[in-house]
């Protein structure tokens, strides 16, 4: 069994900061890469950002310069620091993590259950 628990979510005013961590659980080999996504509502999943178990990371467009994911492998966490944060990034947040069980031996995606953004003007 693996569990993806994100917290740090919140209500903050625009312009404010806010950073979120997710942390895996369970039968743990690997984690291969790890993201943040995000739902607004009657919007599709879309994603923020991924980090690679090495370190490389990508954002989408809207959240350059303003989001930096980052993560601890020794603690399988991995944060998002969302600065400069606007109304339109109102959603819940989700994390997800490619990650190998000592049973299953190979990779599968796991998500968390999210955590409510809310950005006021």
């Known amino acids: 069994q693996v569990q993806l628990v994100e917290s740090g979510g919140g209500l903050v005013q625009a312009g404010g900061s806010l950073r979120l961590s997710c942390t895996a659980s369970g039968s743990i080999f690997s984690i291969n890469a790890m993201g943040w996504y995000r739902q607004a509502p009657g919007k599709q999943r879309e994603l923020v950002a991924r980090?690679?178990?090495?370190?490389?990371?990508n954002y989408a467009d809207s959240m350059k310069g303003r989001f930096t994911i980052s993560r601890d492998n020794a603690n399988n966490t991995v944060y998002l620091q969302m600065n400069s944060l606007k109304p339109e990034d109102t959603a819940v947040y989700y994390c997800n993590a490619l990650i190998t069980t000592i049973a299953a031996g190979y990779q599968y995606l796991y998500w968390g259950q999210g955590t409510q953004v809310t950005v006021s003007s």
């Open positions: 980090i690679t178990s090495g370190g490389s990371t």
